[in-house]
């Protein structure tokens, strides 16, 4: 079966900038050689601290930074090389939810026109009436009422704005979410009933999904198998239940080792 979703080989550096004329610019290497499938239906974790690379390797996944070497596969096609045109022609089949439910929402646009983007996008001949249908199911999908279509960003909290922009991702029922630390920006209390929802839609829609998170309790919680990175590189991979009970790589274990405790 070919994977919805392959990384091959990826690699990726980036110019930093000088402090002065007379320094040479240094160069990071943020992802090194980094390879991964994710089938239909399956959740790949993909874990690590804060400069890991695993936020650079989501750009990489969704095409919005193109890799120095190495290829990404949607559904089989290599899209490592298509134009800005040709991705914008695919990307209903693979979308992302970020991080910061305040930053991915443009404050200037109503709800039913942020949800839309996507949609019009996908099929800009729908008609009105069934546009504005589809949209107000799939905010209802994720536990909002049809009232907010006409509002603005503005004036929903963290948690409500994530579920909307987790109804722009998914409007267009694509077959691959990437969702990079959906939940750390929000509350304690609410991150539970993101990462619920998250895991109904994904059951509900037959989703692939890569979860990138540095919270090992949630990874170990939403994902099917997982890739633990550090400084760019992939250091060990596999079932999740397999890396969480004989954790082969030091970097593993001493993250599994920092991991709260329950008290009993």
């Given amino acids: 079966m070919i994977p919805v979703l392959e990384a091959r080989a990826l690699e990726k550096s980036y110019i930093l900038p000088r402090a002065s004329w007379l320094e040479r610019r240094a160069r990071i290497e943020a992802v090194k050689d980094v390879s991964l499938a994710v089938a239909a239906g399956e959740t790949l974790g993909i874990v690590g601290e804060s400069g890991s690379g695993k936020s650079t390797v989501a750009r990489l996944l969704m095409a919005l930074e193109k890799p120095d070497s190495g290829a990404v596969l ?33 404050p200037r646009m109503r709800i039913l026109d942020t949800v839309a983007e996507p949609l019009d996008v996908a099929e800009p001949d729908l008609a009105s009436a069934e546009r504005r249908a589809r949209v107000a199911s799939m905010l209802e999908r994720v536990g909002l009422n049809a009232d907010v279509l006409t509002r603005y960003p503005h004036q929903f909290s963290g948690g ?16 691959i979410l990437v969702a990079d630390e959906p939940a750390s920006a929000l509350d304690v209390s609410i991150q539970a009933q993101i990462l619920n929802l998250l895991s109904d839609l994904k059951a509900e829609f037959g989703l692939a999904m890569v979860f990138i998170s540095h919270d090992l309790g949630i990874v170990r919680y939403l994902s099917d198998r997982m890739m633990v990175m550090q400084h760019g590189v ?28 329950l008290v009993t």
């Avoid at 089989?76 to 990307?91: F, I, K, M, N, Y």
């Avoid at 987790?166 to 694509?174: D, E, F, G, M």
């Avoid at 250091?235 to 991991?259: C, D, K, N, S």
């Fill in 234 to 261: 992939v250091v060990e991979e596999g079932e999740t239940e397999r890396v969480f009970t004989a954790p082969a790589h030091p970097y593993t274990r001493a993250l599994i080792a920092a991991m709260p405790k």
């Fill in 74 to 106: 949607w559904q089989g096609e290599d899209v490592t090389a298509l134009s800005p045109r040709q991705l914008r022609a695919r990307r209903h089949g693979i979308q992302m939810v970020f991080q910061d439910p305040y930053g991915s929402l443009d």
């Fill in 160 to 175: 409500q704005r994530q579920r909307i922009a987790i109804a722009r991702a998914l409007v267009t029922r694509p077959r």
